[in-house]
């Protein structure tokens, strides 16, 4: 199915662009930002690449079921690396403090990607497989 293709692939471009981050906050913020945004940036760089998994995760089972809750599950994971993971690296590299107040928005997005991935494999489908 084509859009199980496009979120793998989107899955597979966030999880890029978290190894590429975490590599520039290992190299070049190391002497720039203070340990505190440091660990911010790492925190940012971890959830993008569990999220990222979770995109390709998705990805897979939209191949073989068109359940709307998995459907739901990928735009809220999206949202939520732009937002959360996003708001943190706003932060971290403009110290911009209204950076942080969107984080929280973001990390409710992540908690709602992962109910709807219980819901829809808890749903009963012929179409979900397993």
């Not at 790492?42 to 569990?50: E, G, N, R, S, W």
């Not at 939209?62 to 739901?72: A, G």
């Amino acid at each position: 199915m084509k859009r199980a293709r496009v979120v793998v692939a989107l899955g597979a471009g966030f999880g890029f662009l978290a190894v590429a981050a975490g590599a520039f906050g290992a190299h070049s913020l190391k002497s720039v930002v203070s340990q505190d945004m440091l660990e911010l940036f790492k925190t940012a760089v971890h959830y993008q690449m569990v999220h990222a998994l979770a995109l390709l995760a998705n990805g897979l089972l939209l191949r073989d079921c068109s359940n709307k809750l998995f459907h739901y599950a990928v735009w809220s994971f999206v949202a939520g690396i732009l937002l959360f993971c996003g708001s943190l690296y706003l932060l971290v590299l403009t110290d911009a403090p209204w950076a942080g107040m969107v984080t929280p928005v973001g990390g409710l997005l992540f908690l709602g990607g992962w109910l709807c991935v219980v819901l829809g494999c808890l749903h009963r489908s012929k179409e979900v497989p397993f």
